[in-house]
């Protein structure tokens, strides 16, 4: 989490998940400052989870665990619009669940640096941390330098591996004439593909205002090197540089190709849950760019919708990097260190994370399990062309301002209506980034 490779995080909810952890920041501190607490410690262990999506696979495997030790886990299905502000009001009150979901790094530094966190270092050097995939070990440690003045640890564990990427409708793909199961190789080929779908009677393409950040870092990375994004984001790098103008002239290649749908990017509250309806539930539009974590929420609201793929955003045809992945706040959970049932809290998260659990999420919610012991073939078709790549995800350990998240969404629309050129929402981002 201290190395958030993210500019907002997975999704519209990571992005006003963000905000609301800044806006929490000072009474959580306030909050967090006394030794005594009245927080947890009932006859059964609290989990109060944020997750639509995995709700069901979560509640089998808490009835699972009970049935193996006889301890009784309660899962509390806050959801992600008010786990936020749930979760803030719990520790105002001093009341806090004995473990909880863990998000984005901005969300969670508040409740952190209050103390409403077990620091798991120690645990996972003991052994713990061979469970894990080294990528999300690394997305998930507050280095002695990051950002949100969280002191150094490991303060959350993570059974899923999310990253954002591209999910392709099987019999839109076909129905153009194309193979779902054979990726483009590079964006070139993409666009091309698309102008079939669209030939065959389908919206090509869409993607939300909100996950224009995301998709634009995922673009730089065949351009800049991690160094070289972070800079930008610190203010120490101009955005005029040619690696963010050619990474931003993909919107204007996909908008001169007319491969988006309805010719503009939605935006609001509900800007990509449209976008995910359009995919999953009426299967209107013939792909996405969106966040893993969707698949999940998706087999909720549309169970007999399963025939799609999905993929890496595709390199650049003229790219002098690898491209590599955006990742983010895998689903987790952090454990209430002042809670007396902390140690039973504890336990649970162990079994939770390890692979015969990780394997159960992969399949029911479905997810992309952070357990190295998962074998590829346990994880579902749907995920597997992101999964393939995710030994390649950026590194980041400053996160995109907000005020520049805020003036690259308004700008990405700007540039589809043609309201907006290229270098003058680069010129919009450096004034943003000065605001800082």
Known sequence: ?????????LSRRGFLGAVGGGLAATTLAACGSSGSSSSGGGSEVVFMNQSRGQAVALAGLAKEYTKQTGVKIRIDDVGPADFLTKLQSSSQARNMPDLYSAVDAQSMAPFYKAGWAMDLTSRMKAGWEDTFRPATLKTTTFAADNPHGVKPGIYSAHWETPALGIFASSAKWKAAGLDPDQPPASMSEFIEQL?????SGTDPFWFASSLANQLLQTYASNYLTD?????TFTGKSSWKSDGWRKSMQLLVELRDAKVISTGALPSG????????KAFFNTQGVGAIFD??????????????????RSFPLPKADDGTQTSRLVAGAAKGAAVNPRSKNAAK???????????????VFAQKVPLI??????SAKDIPPQLAGIAAKTSDVQLVPNAMPLQVIAALQKGAQAIMLKERTVDQVLGDLDAAQKSV
């Open 1 to 9: 989490m201290a190395r958030s490779s993210t500019g907002a995080e």
């Open 227 to 231: 160094d070289e994004i972070n800079a």
């Open 195 to 199: 102008q079939k779908i669209k030939k």
């Open 345 to 359: 809290a504890l336990k649970f998260l162990q079994w939770l994370t390890a692979p015969a659990q990780q394997q």
């Open 369 to 374: 399990p952070s357990a190295r012991a998962v």
């Open 269 to 276: 509250n509900g800007d990509n849950t449209n976008v995910e």
């Open 291 to 308: 966040g893993t974590a969707a698949v999940g929420v998706a087999r909720a609201t549309a169970p007999n919708f399963t025939d799609f």
